[in-house]
């Protein structure tokens, strides 16, 4: 059996652990896999854990019955006489930026929207991309539309048409406007879309 606790990790990798375990708890995730899949999940979860912080407890051949592994900063994992322990590290406070959750943006517009100097950049971009489905493994991009608005300069406005090798359902060209005959047309490749 294997437990991996997170803290203050992205919902992205938490999300990518649900489909190897089964979150019993906010944070606390439980599964059964080889000792392969957890050394490839581990380096996943170190990869993607940004400022966040991860444990996983497994079982092993040891006198203990299980081992286990931290990103702990504060913490380091030591081996005393084949038993696991952790030791506290002496650590000065960390440069972590704050201010980049949710609520933080939220209280900065808000304080902008007031008028008070936030710091916070003047322009707005809205990204709209249309694609063939909901499915990001099958169905690919149609359109990308973007809308750019700085303080003093006004819009500017972004729009390609992208071609695609996938047929285009009925409700897709219903919802968007766009058929196949007009993608063929003027569309062009994504490559040259994203440059």
Avoid at 92 to 98: A, R, V
Avoid at 101 to 128: C, I, N, P, Y
Avoid at 147 to 164: A, D, H, N, P
Wanted: charged letters at 25%.
């Amino acid at each position: 059996m294997i437990v991996i606790a997170l803290s203050k990790v992205p919902a992205s990798l938490r999300g990518d652990l649900t489909k190897w375990c089964q979150e019993i708890q906010t944070g606390i995730y439980v599964g059964r896999f080889s000792a392969r899949i957890r050394d490839l999940l581990w380096e996943r979860i170190q990869k993607n854990i940004g400022n966040g912080e991860a444990t996983i407890v497994y079982t092993t051949n040891n006198e203990l019955g299980y081992a286990f592994r931290s990103t702990r900063e504060d913490r380091e994992v030591v081996n005393y006489d084949g038993i696991p322990l952790l030791m506290h590290l002496e650590k000065p406070p960390s440069d972590i930026k704050h201010g980049f959750s949710d609520a933080a943006k939220f209280h900065h517009a808000k304080q902008a929207r007031k008028g008070k100097e936030t710091g916070m950049t003047r322009t707005v971009v809205a990204l709209d991309i249309e694609t063939t489905g909901l499915n990001s493994a099958t169905d690919e991009i149609i359109s990308i539309g973007a809308v750019k608005s700085t303080k003093g300069r006004g819009l500017e406005r972004f729009y390609r048409i992208v071609r695609t090798s996938k047929q285009i359902p009925p409700k897709i060209v219903k919802l968007t406007g766009l058929n196949q005959r007009k993608v063929n047309q003027e569309g062009i490749s994504l490559e040259v879309a994203l440059t």
